[in-house]
């Protein structure tokens, strides 16, 4: 059975003051419900909100909290990442059970962990960025090991990045296209641009860019970056047009991947598609320009191994240039589980 993930802009929640954390609580509880979470599996999400948000205050004096609603085969996944920008948070003190921090409901980082159905975090000097996944019960499927931080410029209603993920038997297929400009003129680009992508996601990119290109010929056009992998065959096929940026991690090197200069849905003189074997066990990393290139994973010692998603927020966290809408997706190339 195959999936198609897409999702909205990151939800970013303040946590500054003392009085933030109930209203994040009451947030994250809500967009639980309202995703077909009953109530025992909402009160989980409340109640590991409220902990993540206090131990913030507590070790950093102030953060984010970022929300998100990812599709999963059957419901949604509710993820959490709780984001600070200062040293001094022990990960192994704070996951020990029987500590808490102060003012909480004495759960502790331990019982946060189990209480998640995704759990990983990454902290050092720069700060932490902790994940907490919530699946609602009897939703057995594995966790898809990907993540994505997307933000709009300002915090405006209207993102002009969009990105889709489509998994399957084949294999997995990625999109990151970023509409000129920003704002709604943007976001429909963008928009344009994914639903032709969902139409044939494991088409051959080359040739699926092209009807990208027709799909978005009534719109002020973009930049596009295209991957699939192919997990019976070990390979990547990948193209580009435009600025949006594409690399192939492991925790040894890094390879930028291939684009051609062009607007698609306006002109471009070329494209192909080039073909990266083995990939296996990378992780592709697709990003717009709203994010800066000058990113090394090797500087962030362990980071490299860290969920899909602690990585695409610390990128986000520590280069984001904050003068254009920023999308970041990160995917484990590994065999899709059915």
């Not at 599709?71 to 996951?95: K, M, T, Y």
């Not at 997990?231 to 291939?258: C, M, Q, W, Y």
Request: proline share 3%; aromatic share 6%.
């Amino acid at each position: 059975m195959d999936l198609n993930v897409t999702g909205s802009s990151t939800q970013v929640l303040a946590i500054e003051d003392v009085s933030q954390i109930g209203h994040a609580r009451r947030t994250a509880q809500k967009l639980a419900q309202r995703h077909g979470f009953n109530e025992t599996d909402a009160g989980r999400v409340a109640l590991v909100t409220t902990e993540l948000a206090s131990n913030i205050l507590k070790h950093a004096g102030r953060g984010e909290m970022h929300l998100q609603v990812l599709p999963r085969r059957s419901g949604h996944a509710i993820e959490i990442l709780a984001v600070d920008r200062a040293a001094g948070f022990d990960a192994g003190i704070c996951l020990a059970d029987g500590y808490s921090t102060g003012g909480t409901q004495g759960i502790g980082l331990g019982a946060v962990l189990r209480q998640a159905d995704v759990f990983d975090l990454h902290a050092d000097e720069r700060g932490t960025v902790l994940l907490a996944r919530f699946h609602a019960s009897g939703d057995r499927a594995p966790d898809l090991r990907f993540g994505v931080s997307q933000h709009s410029l300002h915090d405006d209603p209207h993102c002009g990045d969009s990105w889709a993920l489509a998994v399957g038997g084949a294999g997995i297929a990625a999109l990151v296209v970023d509409g000129l400009g920003h704002g709604e003129e943007a976001e429909q680009a963008a928009h344009a641009g994914r639903g032709a992508f969902l139409a044939q996601p494991f088409g051959t990119p080359h040739l699926l860019m092209e009807d990208l290109h027709q799909a978005m010929r009534s719109s002020r056009g973009g930049a596009v970056a295209i991957a699939r992998f192919d997990a019976r065959h070990d390979r990547l096929d990948f193209a580009g047009i435009g600025n949006i940026s594409a690399s192939l991690v492991t925790p040894e090197k890094t390879r930028g991947l291939t684009s051609h200069p062009g607007i698609v849905g306006a002109q471009y003189r070329k494209i192909q598609t080039f073909d990266y074997a083995p990939v296996n066990a990378n992780l592709l990393i697709l990003h717009s320009d709203g994010l800066q290139s000058r990113w090394n994973l090797r500087d962030y010692p362990g980071l490299v191994q860290r969920h899909p998603a602690v990585i695409a927020t610390v990128l986000h966290r520590d280069f984001s240039r904050g003068r254009d809408d920023v999308t970041v997706l990160v995917t484990a190339l590994e065999t899709p589980d059915d």
